[in-house]
């Protein structure tokens, strides 16, 4: 649980400086956290029990459309149901 504590807190305490971008890329992320390392029944990370991801964390890139924001709403609700269990 303790290293759970210092994940979370590095992850939120990691900066980032944005010097510019590509307008054809600014409405889509890219990388993240690889799906090779994340179960897709219940979107919890294969290495660190009871660490679920969702969204644009995921390393899954989709066309401008919605298919996005399926991505985000499906596996926000299966890392949801999943994290309640």
């Not at 980032?16 to 994340?38: C, D, F, M, P, Q």
């Amino acid at each position: 649980k303790e290293d759970r504590y210092k994940i979370v807190k590095s992850l939120k305490d990691f900066k980032l400086t944005i010097t510019g971008y590509n307008s054809k890329e600014a409405i889509v992320t890219r990388g993240g956290v690889s799906t090779k390392k994340i179960d897709p029944r219940t979107m919890q990370s294969k290495i660190i029990e009871g660490l679920f991801f969702a969204g644009e964390v995921i390393d899954v890139d989709g066309l401008t459309g919605g298919y996005n924001l399926q991505v985000a709403f499906s596996t926000g609700y299966l890392a949801g149901i999943n994290a309640a269990l």
